[in-house]
């Protein structure tokens, strides 16, 4: 009886831990900052997030924030601590929104608001992320975005 309510309660954490990092999770907060400036809802790709898995399994030795280097997709890079999740990665891309000034189609002087205009470019319509955690006890997450964004002198929206 013993193992098997250890094997239910380690296959439930298992499954929260999923849960808060799903493919719909990552869809689903993509899609909600994307709705608010009225561009079309991202679809999950499964060879997208296979990118996206390879690279942040690659990584997990030393964890640096260095991008892919990838033409292919666009590319936004979080990593964090404790229970960092692909909906706070998410979250602090978009956070970047208050930095973003879409008449100059600009960022503040000093700011960076890259990964917002990344999340909500119009033509990126697929999407595939990873979540994977480095030997350092660090989460590190990548989403990628197909076809790739932040054209300069292109507006996202």
């Known amino acids: 009886m013993e193992i098997f ?3 239910l309660a380690l296959t439930t954490l298992q499954g929260l831990c999923l849960g808060q990092n799903s493919p719909q999770d990552f869809l689903d907060a993509h899609n909600s900052a994307r709705a608010e ?4 809802p991202m679809t999950w790709d499964e060879s997208v997030a296979n990118f996206a898995r390879d690279y942040v399994n690659s990584k997990l030795g030393d964890c640096n924030m260095v991008h892919s280097g990838n033409s292919q997709y666009g590319e936004n890079l979080a990593q964090g601590s404790g229970d960092f999740t692909g909906r706070a990665a998410v ?3 978009v956070g970047e929104k208050a930095n973003y000034n879409y008449d100059s ?3 503040a002087e000093g700011q960076v608001c890259g ?7 119009r033509n990126s319509n697929q999407l595939g992320c990873a979540r994977a955690q480095c030997s350092n006890g660090w989460w590190f997450i990548s989403c990628n975005y197909a076809p790739p964004g932040n054209y300069v002198g292109q507006s996202p929206y």
């Open 5 to 7: 309510l250890f094997f």
């Open 105 to 107: 189609n600009s960022c």
């Open 115 to 121: 990964h917002y205009t990344q999340v909500v470019w």
């Open 37 to 40: 400036v009225g561009v079309g």
């Open 91 to 93: 979250d602090l891309w």
